[in-house]
C-alpha cells in the first residue's frame, strides 16, 4: 500500500516555529517531487512548496517566501516543512504530495499521492 503520513502540526502563538515530516512508503519515490500544500476552512487547496529529488530544485508560494523552508531525506523516504514566523493566515491543514514527473508543478491536481493532512493553528 502507497503511503504518505504527515505529522508535526500542532497550536503555535504567532511569530513562533514549527517543522511538518511527511514519511514515504509503499514503492519507490525515486525521482519523485515532493511538495506541501494547504487548505484552510472555506478556501481552496493553496500550493506552499516543493522541491525536486536532488533538493537543487525548489518552488515557493510568495505568501511564504523568507518564512518557510522545505527540505528532504531521500534515504529515509521523507520530507520536511520548517516553518519560521508563523502567522495567523498559515492556519491550515497541511498535506505533503507527491509527483512523479521531469518538472515541478504548482497544481494540487499534477500530484500522485497525498498525505491525510496534519492539522496547524496559530492563535493571534
Known amino acids: 500500500q502507497v503511503q504518505l503520513v504527515g505529522a508535526g502540526g500542532g497550536l503555535v502563538q504567532a511569530g513562533g516555529s514549527l517543522i511538518l515530516s511527511c514519511s514515504a512508503s509503499g514503492r519507490s519515490f525515486f525521482n519523485a517531487f515532493m511538495a506541501w500544500f494547504r487548505q484552510a476552512p472555506g478556501r481552496e487547496r493553496e500550493f506552499v512548496l516543493a522541491i525536486s529529488w536532488g533538493s537543487r530544485g525548489t518552488q515557493y508560494a510568495d505568501s511564504v517566501k523568507g518564512r518557510f523552508t522545505i527540505s528532504r531525506d531521500n534515504a529515509k523516504n521523507m520530507v520536511f516543512l520548517h516553518m519560521n514566523s508563523l502567522k495567523p493566515d498559515d492556519t491550515a491543514v497541511y498535506y505533503c504530495?507527491?509527483?512523479?514527473?521531469?518538472?515541478?508543478?504548482?497544481?494540487?491536481?499534477?500530484?500522485?499521492?497525498w498525505g491525510q493532512g496534519t492539522q496547524v493553528t496559530v492563535s493571534s
Open positions: 504530495a507527491a509527483r512523479f514527473a521531469y518538472r515541478t508543478t504548482t497544481r494540487a491536481g499534477d500530484y500522485n499521492y
